[in-house]
């Protein structure tokens, strides 16, 4: 059986996603992205673009305008839908993490 489609996000199409909360261009985007995950992720253009396409044509966001050869983009709520999937996807592996990890012993069993 195929895997669907995005359904766990990578962490530039995260921080692209988050980036989007509010219309932004490619260089915003990019910017945003570096901003947001305090420099950890950078995203280059040709992943930027290629990321932009197809979640353009998924719906997960709209071109809201241009400006020359700049291209606005927006998050959806499909998009939106899909972050807090993520963000809840990742608070629990967080969680599940933080019984092994959490301790000093390592105790990831119950006994």
Known sequence: MAREQ???????????????WEPQC???ISRQ???LSQRRIQVGPGTLYTLLARFEEQQIIRETGSQGRKRYYMIT????????TE??????L???????LGSE???????
């Open 6 to 20: 995005f359904q766990s996000l990578s962490e530039q199409m995260y921080y692209i996603l988050l980036a989007l």
């Open 26 to 28: 490619g260089a915003d």
């Open 33 to 35: 992205v570096s901003s």
């Open 77 to 84: 709520d499909k998009g939106k839908s899909m972050l807090h």
């Open 87 to 92: 963000y809840a996807r990742l608070q629990a």
């Open 94 to 100: 967080v969680k599940d993490g933080s019984a092994c």
């Open 105 to 111: 012993k390592g105790d990831c069993y119950e006994e």
